[in-house]
């Protein structure tokens, strides 16, 4: 039999115990929360404040960019990359392309019909496509306004108000040029293709390793800036006035 002083004592170890256990369960999750806000202060490329999923629109597009179902990301990819191989590697013409293709599938679709009968089976149902005025009426709204900003844009860097949109237009132009001289419409059109449809899913895989790089890139590109700031374009006569009013 324990006397009540051993008793006593062996109560308070387990009270010291279970103190103990709290404090390193409340600092370990103190510290799982340090972390936590610490990944989502770190700031992100270009000021992102939401995943890559959701800045994509979120839908089935950005489902394939990001690569969320491989196969048909992949097939996309091959039968984009199968396309470019036929008109560049073989020579193969865009309207010769289309209409052998339209021939393919008219005489699949017409063997499929008429051999449907012979078998006792019923006929394909060829998928009925059918613009609605809604449809219609929505695209041509977007291109509306996409070609009224553009011309918008042309405007403001030819009217001479804004010289350094007008350098920076014409500076991206010139580097627009110098890349289309060197590959052609088609070739740069697939590069482009790549890139988008690759990039996103490669930055999400590596995002704070490019994160931290891209971070360090902009700050160069900033100092830079400042340097050609001062030494050139601060010597324009239009660009200071504009900076002292």
Partial sequence: M????????SL???INDKIHEY?????????????????????KLF?????????????????????RDKQTSGS???GVTVIWLLFEGIGYHLLTFLCHTLIVFLTVWFVWSNAASFVNRSPPKFPEVILSEVQCL??????????NEAFY????????????TYLTTVAILWFISIIGSCFSFLTLSYTIFLMAYTLPMLYEKYEDQVDVVGEKALIEIKKQYKVIDAKLL???PMLSEKKQH
Avoid: C, F, Q
């Avoid at 404040?49 to 690569?67: E, F, Y």
């Avoid at 042309?154 to 804004?162: E, F, M, P, Q």
């Fill in 138 to 147: 929505k695209i041509a709204h977007i291109a509306r306004k996409e070609i």
């Fill in 2 to 9: 324990m006397s009540e002083s051993e008793e006593h004592g």
């Fill in 12 to 14: 308070l170890e387990k």
């Fill in 76 to 78: 996309i990819l091959a």
């Fill in 234 to 236: 601060s010597k324009i």
């Fill in 23 to 43: 404090k390193h369960s409340s600092s370990s999750s103190d510290s799982e929360d340090d972390k936590k806000s610490k990944k989502s202060k770190k700031k």
């Fill in 47 to 67: 000021g992102r404040k939401h995943p890559l999923h959701h800045v994509l629109g979120g839908g089935k597009a950005a489902d394939l960019v990001l690569w």
């Fill in 153 to 164: 844009t042309l405007r403001n860097v030819a009217s001479g108000k804004d010289l350094k």
